[in-house]
């Protein structure tokens, strides 16, 4: 337990990051507390969707939106 405690707080203070190999593309997606960052790594363009919203990836081209949290009352 103590091990998904310190990833845990590990995202809680800096993000992860991971690839993922899809339909012959490579993406790198890296999560933070405040934004989402997409790359295509390698392959053809690709749509895809960041909370409801249509987003276009293309080759080399990075994205960054924010992302979205909860308000707490």
């Known amino acids: 337990m103590l091990f998904c405690d ?3 707080i590990l995202y809680l203070f ?3 990051s991971f690839h993922l190999n899809c339909l012959g ?3 790198k997606i890296s999560v933070g507390r405040q934004h989402c960052h997409y790359h ?3 392959g053809e363009n690709i ?10 990836l293309e080759l080399q081209n990075s994205i960054i939106l924010e992302t ?3 308000k707490q009352p």
């Open 6 to 8: 310190f990833f845990f």
């Open 68 to 70: 979205q949290t909860e």
């Open 47 to 56: 749509s895809i969707f960041h909370h409801g919203q249509a987003v276009e």
């Open 25 to 27: 593309r490579r993406l």
């Open 14 to 16: 800096y993000g992860f």
């Open 40 to 42: 295509l790594l390698e």
